[in-house]
């Protein structure tokens, strides 16, 4: 069976792509798939993540494992074949390609294709430029405020109070709270 995927990104909206690819085939190859037509580095740490339909995570099907002691299965792209966990046109996934940022595309099983098999992974459609891979986190954050020192000349005595207090008054202040909290 083939499976037709749409890729799509909020960063970029006119990039999409439409991959063709064997249902037997594995996870790593529709990664490397994404990657070459995106124009990607393979090298970085990314995952794909079976959604529900309203786009939460559900499953996590990882480039490599990392050691997690979590009591959840551990799926590796390189070890899932795609017909393991993708059944149904309309399936949800996310592809996180930018781990630093939480940067994906969000992807559809768009078709099935019964009856017919695929020996390569397909770009079968590529529209838009892809979203630039990495971006620093200063590239996403809002700018941090600026911190003014006040000029303490330019406050006055007003600022730090009455300087008519006199110790005595300081002193009564101090005795009544402490008998108000020892009440």
Not at 7 to 17: R, T
Not at 91 to 104: H, S
Not at 113 to 128: A, I, S
């Amino acid at each position: 069976m083939i499976y037709k995927f749409l890729v799509g990104s909020e960063d970029a909206e006119n990039f999409k792509l439409e991959i063709s690819i064997d249902s037997e085939d594995t996870f790593m190859r529709l990664r490397n798939t994404i990657l070459d037509a995106a124009g990607y580095d393979k090298e970085q740490m990314d995952s794909f993540y079976i959604c529900d339909e309203d786009w939460n995570k559900e499953k996590e099907v990882t480039f490599m494992d990392m050691g997690s002691e979590s009591d959840e299965d551990i799926w590796l792209m390189e070890d899932t074949r795609l017909d393991e966990l993708l059944e149904d046109e309309g399936q949800k996934l996310k592809f996180v390609f930018d781990y630093m940022t939480e940067r994906y595309f969000y992807m559809k099983l768009k078709e099935t294709v019964p009856g017919k098999n695929l020996h390569d992974p397909l770009c079968t459609r590529k529209e838009g430029k892809a979203p630039k891979e990495n971006v620093s986190l200063d590239d996403i954050l809002p700018p941090t405020p600026k911190i003014v020192e006040p000029n303490i000349e330019e406050l006055g005595e007003e600022f730090y109070g009455d300087e008519e207090f006199s110790e005595e008054e300081l002193e009564e202040l101090s005795d009544e709270f402490e008998e108000e909290s020892i009440d």
